[in-house]
Nanobody
Framework: QVKLVESGGGLVQPGDSLRLSCAPS????????TAWFRQAPGKEREFVAR????????HYSSSIKDRFTISRDNAKNTVYLQMNNLKPDDTAVYYC????????????WGQGTQVTVSS
């Protein structure tokens, strides 16, 4: 079973930037789409951003649009989430998820990486 491994989380101040990475345990893994979700304490998990591997079309939550960018390094099979102008409300555990090709269900999930935005 392919696993996803996130990295790049940490403690930052408001206005700072972070880049999260999501890499599969098998470099040759092929997915239909990769997405980032997040879950803040006491809240439900919410969608953040999605990247379709075939079309490269991206989708973003309105809460982070224009601040976050999802991208992919094809050579490394790694998906990134560049987060700029971070706010305290962005504090959450961020999860990477992926679908199988031509599927819409997220069958693969990472363990999550903590992002804390605090002054």
């Amino acid at each position: 079973q392919v696993k996803l491994v996130e990295s790049g989380g940490g403690l930052v101040q408001p206005g700072d930037s972070l880049r999260l990475s999501c890499a599969p345990s098998e470099l040759a893994a092929v997915f239909g789409a990769t997405a980032w979700f997040r879950q803040a304490p006491g809240k439900e998990r919410e969608f953040v951003a999605r990247l379709d591997w075939t079309t490269s079309i991206t989708h973003y939550s309105s809460s982070i649009k224009d601040r976050f960018t999802i991208s992919r390094d094809n050579a490394k099979n790694t998906v990134y989430l560049q987060m700029n102008n971070l706010k305290p409300d962005d504090t959450a555990v961020y999860y990477c998820a992926a679908t199988k090709p031509r599927r819409t269900t997220y069958d693969y999930w990472g363990q999550g990486t903590q992002v804390t935005v605090s002054s």
